[in-house]
T-cell receptor, first 116, second 113 residues
Framework: AQSVAQPEDQVNVAEGNPLTVKCTYS??????LFWYVQYPNRGLQFLLKYITGDNLVKGSYGFEAEFNKSQTSFHLKKPSALVSDSALYFCAVRDRVTGGGNKLTFGTGTQLKVEL | NAGVTQTPKFQVLKTGQSMTLQCAQD?????MYWYRQDPGMGLRLIYY???????DKGEVPNGYNVSRLNKREFSLRLESAAPSQTSVYFC????????????FGPGTRLTVL
């Protein structure tokens, strides 16, 4: 079975400060990992993914994420937060050994609030 | 290139009524999905279609049926709506490979009274 945990329901950060949104996962084999962002009343938008190779993955809008296999984590980061980054962020995982289609398991989401 | 489109955007039903949510994608993707989003629970997979002609149950399929009408279209039907089905429903599509990201539609907000 595959699962994802986002331990923080909400993260508050001041504009210009670095931000981190945490994600840990559990899979049987090796994972594919994804981050999505959801703005109010909109669908989810893909930010970045880890498939293989370099543990630091760069994505859209200046976001990056670091894959840490020993800690089974995939935290989302940005060096300097913007007010416009305020949104709901979802981490998702797919276990490579699981058959039956490209099924993702999503975390419960973390609300990011960036304040002036 | 519209991506993934969903109709309707909003719907209010009475308990016991039926309705069909429509989804279409123009990205030539093989796989399509239906999710529901509830506060504090993230997204939960209802049904998915790995390729045209196939459908499979996800995490929360009870009370729903799906039809993969063709490669572009994947509909979700509520035969007898219940208040517990009040939610926001998202359709998504992706390439068939397991490393592919999913692309989401704008959602349908459904209220069952």
């Amino acid at each position: 079975a595959q699962s994802v945990a986002q331990p923080e329901d909400q993260v508050n950060v001041a504009e210009g400060n670095p931000l981190t949104v945490k994600c840990t996962y559990s899979v049987s084999g090796n994972p594919y990992l994804f981050w999505y962002v959801q703005y109010p009343n909109r669908g989810l938008q893909f930010l970045l993914k880890y498939i293989t190779g370099d543990n630091l993955v760069k994505g859209s809008y200046g976001f990056e994420a670091e894959f840490n296999k020993s800690q089974t984590s995939f935290h989302l980061k940005k060096p300097s937060a913007l007010v416009s980054d305020s949104a709901l962020y979802f981490c998702a995982v797919r276990d490579r050994v699981t058959g039956g289609g490209n099924k993702l398991t999503f975390g419960t989401g973390t609300q990011l609030k960036v304040e002036l | 290139n519209a991506g993934v489109t969903q109709t309707p955007k909003f719907q209010v039903l009475k308990t016991g009524q039926s309705m069909t949510l429509q989804c279409a994608q123009d990205m030539n993707h093989n796989s399509m999905y239906w999710y529901r989003q509830d506060p504090g629970m993230g997204l939960r997979l209802i049904y998915y279609s790995a390729s045209e002609g196939t459908t499979d149950k996800g995490e929360v399929p009870n009370g729903y049926n799906v039809s993969r009408l063709n490669k572009r279209e994947f509909s979700l039907r509520l035969e007898s709506a219940a208040p517990s089905q009040t939610s926001v429903y998202f359709c998504a599509s992706s390439e068939m490979t397991d490393r592919s990201e999913q692309f989401f539609g704008p959602g349908t907000r459904l209220t069952v009274l």
